[in-house]
């Protein structure tokens, strides 16, 4: 499928000819960019495609080597965070960069307070005004709760009015609902049409299909740091996006398996935590897939971390192959065989500002180096191996594990866990935020891994992921199994009503 050219009226914000380099690594080459008013602008593309990149430029955190960008058809440079902000553009991340002990009106209005005839901070009015955008969001909150006691849903809230409060003209939204429940992804909706009404041109980044053509009025596409297309929505098919996006079409998104499931490997009984789950019975076989599913709030992720001994069970009983075990820290569940691939790979699975080959052997280093020396040429044996087997894209090893798109350092994580030779890896929400080509890598080489014998238990949100890739299902609902599934008993329609408690003749 060909570009399609950008159409009139003028957009509020136009970049062509882009391009950004890095040490040994070409980001962005000659893209391009509109966005219009009143209008969603999904952007759409692979990890490593450029979109993180592009945010940057647009938010003055990174300066372009080549380019122009135009905001209502007159040439702007962003020479810093502030200079974006000003100009009107602005952008609520996934993450929220806001801070937690701080007050409500105080982020929003952080580095732009009203300030009355002394100078000092007019604390009334910041309060009068940060209740006004709060209410012109439909954010039932109150200007003086401070951060850290606010949910994510609400955090996104405060981010959005802090948006409005400098009379933002560009409004970027990064992966906004990948921490959201169905209820607050379809408030999030709501809003976007609230913004769309204001005039306020927006740009979308989000790896969902279903949303983004749900919420999108306009795409563009990048690929490998290039621009491929843009046009309208209603002009374009799932297909044909996928196809721009990895340009192949992708016709089979889960590999064939052949299902070889050996004896037990882990049997857990009764498994109950004082506030977090209870009651958990569930038994895992050599070269099978279990997949977790359930809503947000259901238990999952702590019942996974239970068993790698990140919190510890009231009561209940683990058996590993034919011992009963008592997991009570992390350092003995790898010890006894069970590694975690945690949702937030950000914060828990890798440690920035070390290179992508010491983070791989960092919880193998006393197997690696039984000497008590370290031997780098071990090391990066061990990481090259690893991350050739999961196709990491990277300029070299000793790239800093930060600088990697989200896919990759998922990657460089599951490549951490496997190095250790575990006998059952948990892998929590793998394909979160991570593009289509990433996760087709990803379900390969979990496929590879059951085939081999290792135990996959694999926590997940997404419903042809779950039944795409797994075995047997367990639904959770508040804490507890709901229900076990397999076979044909695996259909969408049942997960949903079994997650949410609705009976089957509603």
């Known amino acids: 499928m060909t570009a399609a050219p950008f ?61 122009v960008i135009e905001i209502e058809g007159q040439p702007i440079t962003f020479p810093t965070a502030e200079a974006a902000a000003k100009a009107g553009v602005t952008a609520i991340h996934q993450e929220t960069v806001l801070f937690d002990e701080l007050t409500v009106a105080e982020n929003i209005f952080l580095g732009h307070a009203p300030r009355n005839r002394f100078g000092l901070i007019d604390w009334s009015k910041m309060e009068a005004q940060s209740r006004a955008l709060l209410s012109r969001i439909g954010a039932a909150l109150h200007p003086r709760a401070v951060l850290r006691d606010l ?3 609400s955090k996104h809230l405060v981010a959005i009015a802090r948006a409005l409060s400098i009379d933002a003209r560009v409004v970027i939204m990064d992966e906004p609902t990948a921490a959201l429940s169905h209820k607050e992804i379809h408030e999030l909706y709501d809003l976007v049409e609230r913004l769309k009404a204001e005039g306020k041109a927006i740009l979308f980044i989000s790896h969902k299909f279903d949303e983004i053509f749900r919420i999108a009025d306009r795409y563009t596409v990048f690929r ?34 052949a299902h070889n499931i050996g ?76 590694v975690y691939v945690p949702e937030d790979r950000g914060r828990q699975g890798t440690v920035k500002g070390l290179p992508i080959f010491q983070n791989i052997t960092l919880p193998s280093l006393g197997r690696m180096n039984a000497t008590g020396f370290l031997n780098m040429a071990r090391e990066f044996k061990l990481a090259r191996d690893y991350t050739q087997r999961l196709d990491l894209r990277a300029a070299s090893l000793d790239q800093d594990v930060g600088l990697l798109s989200g896919g990759n350092q998922q990657k460089v994580v599951i490549a951490k866990w496997l190095a250790t030779k575990p006998r059952v890896i948990i892998l929590d929400e793998p394909t979160k935020g991570i593009d289509i080509g990433s996760k087709a890598a990803v379900h390969e080489f979990m ?60």
Do not use: W
């Open 7 to 67: 159409s009139a009226p003028q957009p509020v914000l136009r970049l062509s000819g882009i391009s950004k380099s890095f040490p040994g690594v070409r980001a962005l080459a000659d893209v391009q960019l509109e966005l219009h008013a009143g209008e969603v602008t999904a952007l759409i593309g692979e990890n490593g495609a450029g979109k993180s990149t592009i945010v940057k430029v647009l938010t003055g955190i990174y300066q372009p080597d080549t380019g």
């Open 151 to 153: 949910g994510i849903a």
């Open 263 to 338: 004896a037990p490997v882990l049997t857990v009984s009764g498994y109950s935590h004082p506030t977090e789950f209870a009651d958990i019975s569930f038994t895992l076989h050599r070269g099978e897939i279990l997949g977790f599913y359930g809503l947000v709030g259901a238990g999952r992720s702590e019942v996974m971390q239970s068993l790698f001994g990140l919190t510890v069970p009231s009561k209940g009983a683990c058996r590993i192959v034919d011992r009963v075990v008592a997991i009570r820290s992390t350092a003995q569940a790898i010890d006894e065989g069970i």
């Open 224 to 257: 490998d740091g290039q621009f491929v297309g843009a046009g309208r929505m209603a002009d374009v098919t799932r297909g044909q996006l996928v196809q721009m996006m990895v340009g192949r079409s992708v016709d089979q998104i889960f590999p064939a398996r």
């Open 447 to 506: 496929a590879e891994l059951a085939a081999e014998g290792l135990a996959v238990i694999m926590v997940s949100s997404e419903i042809p992921e779950i039944l795409g890739m797994s075995d047997r299902v367990i639904v959770m609902r508040e804490g507890r199994i709901a229900a076990e599934l397999k076979g044909p008993d695996m259909t969408p329609e049942r997960l949903v009503r079994i997650a949410a408690g609705i009976p089957e003749a509603a």
